[in-house]
C-alpha cells in the first residue's frame, strides 16, 4: 500500500520556522517528481514547491520564494521543506505528493497524496 505521512507541523510564531518532513512507502519514489502543496481555510489546493526526480530541479510560488527550501533524500524515500520567516498567511494543510513523471513536477496532477498536516503561524 502507497502512503505518504507528513510529520513537522505545529504552531509557530511569525519569523519562526519549522521543518516538514515527509515518509513514503509502498513503492520506489526514487525516479518520482514530488512536491508540497497547501490548502489554507477557505481558499482551493497551492503548489508551494516541487523538485524533479534527480533533485536538480526545484519551482517555488512566489509567495514564498526565499524563505522555503524543499529536497529530498532518494535513498530513505523522504522529501522535506524548510520553512523559514514564517507568516500568517503560510497558516495551511500542508500535503507531500509524488508524481510518476519524474521530469516534470511543475503540475497539479500528482498521483499519490499524504493526509496533511496543520501548519499554524501566529502574528
Known amino acids: 500500500q502507497v502512503q505518504l505521512v507528513e510529520s513537522g507541523g505545529g ?16 513503492r520506489a519514489f526514487s525516479t ?26 526545484t519551482y517555488y510560488a512566489d509567495s514564498v520564494k526565499g524563505r522555503f527550501t524543499i529536497s529530498r533524500d532518494s535513498a530513505k524515500n523522504a522529501l522535506y521543506l524548510q ?6 498567511e ?22 499519490y497524496w499524504g493526509q496533511g498536516t496543520q501548519v499554524t503561524v501566529s502574528s
Open 32 to 57: 518520482d517528481a514530488m512536491g508540497w502543496f497547501r490548502r489554507a481555510p477557505g481558499k482551493g489546493r497551492q503548489l508551494v514547491a516541487v523538485i524533479d526526480w534527480t533533485g536538480g530541479l
Open 83 to 88: 520553512m523559514n520567516s514564517l507568516k500568517p
Open 90 to 111: 503560510d497558516t495551511a494543510v500542508y500535503y507531500c505528493a509524488a508524481r510518476r513523471d519524474g521530469n516534470r513536477p511543475i503540475s497539479y496532477d500528482y498521483h
Open 11 to 26: 504552531l509557530v510564531q511569525a519569523g519562526g520556522s519549522l521543518r516538514l518532513s515527509c515518509a513514503a512507502s509502498g
